[in-house]
């Protein structure tokens, strides 16, 4: 009976999450429709509310195509897999009725994020594309470059805590949120997330304007609405991750929603002002300069813990 509540519960979460990607992906073109002078999607239903369920049903209705000397069956399934591991993600999600909130919570966020790295390189390296290789490679460097910050930063928080279940970040800001107490911590984190989402100014994997859209270029019709779903559930789950950890914890509170969509409108604020970092900074940034302050702060934080104790 448990393990059919929690698959029930999955499959209502799994749902809610393409649903908010798909109203995500307008808000977004809405935004980047203002930031541009100009309206947007409004033609189709009310505002053009159902101009996402159109593009789903155009993606998916058209001819998959794909290249003759791509290794087909590795091809066919890291957009899968892809979807899949962003859609993991959300089951370690502090939810207080122990869905899948455990106590091991961050090292599964972490081993998901790390392990969706490979998609991307098996995607770009089974079109036997000369662009996509390219892109597929970009992708991985840039991933793994910032995963170092992200995970430095996580670990400064564990040590603050003590504890590896997400659910304790709710305990420890009932009355003041982490973004007080770390400021720069959360711009540096907000930073990486850009990053390794491979979102603007960092997308890098499709430079359009060297790399043809990069390491999905032979994607087309389903495969590229896959490709594109789980990159938008990887965004909408590092604004949720944003949250918890440095805005408050309390999921079931109505503000938690608020704080979530404005963290999701910088994402695409940040899409429409700035344009595209050169490829030697992004990696000069996160090796000299996110890594010395992520390990100063992880310093800073253990020897707080080590005082707390000494004083207890």
Sequence with gaps: MEMLLSFIGMLLLVICVLVGVAFLTLLERKVLGYIQIRKGPNKVGLVGIVQPFCDAIKLFTKEQVYPLMSNYLVYYFSPIMSLFL????????????????????????????????????????????????????????????????????????????????????????????????????????????????NRTPFDFAEGESELVSGFNVEYSSGGFALIFLAEYASILFMSILFVIIFLGADIYSFLFFIKLTLISYIFIWVRGTLPRFRYDKLMYLAWKSFLPFALNYLMFFIGLKILFLVLI
């Design 86 to 197: 962003s859609l993991i993600l959300w089951m370690c999600l502090p939810y207080l009725v122990k869905l899948f909130s455990f106590n091991l919570g961050v090292l599964f966020f972490l081993s998901c994020l790390s392990f969706s790295v490979y998609t991307v390189m098996i995607a770009g390296w089974s079109s036997n594309s000369n662009y996509a290789l390219l892109g597929g490679l970009r992708a991985v460097a840039q991933t793994i470059s910032y995963e170092v910050s992200l995970v430095l930063i996580l670990l400064s928080f564990i040590f603050l805590i003590g504890n590896y279940n997400l659910l304790n970040f709710y305990e420890y800001q009932k009355f003041i949120w982490f973004i007080y107490i770390v400021f720069p911590l959360g711009m540096v984190w907000f930073v990486s997330c850009l990053a390794e989402t």
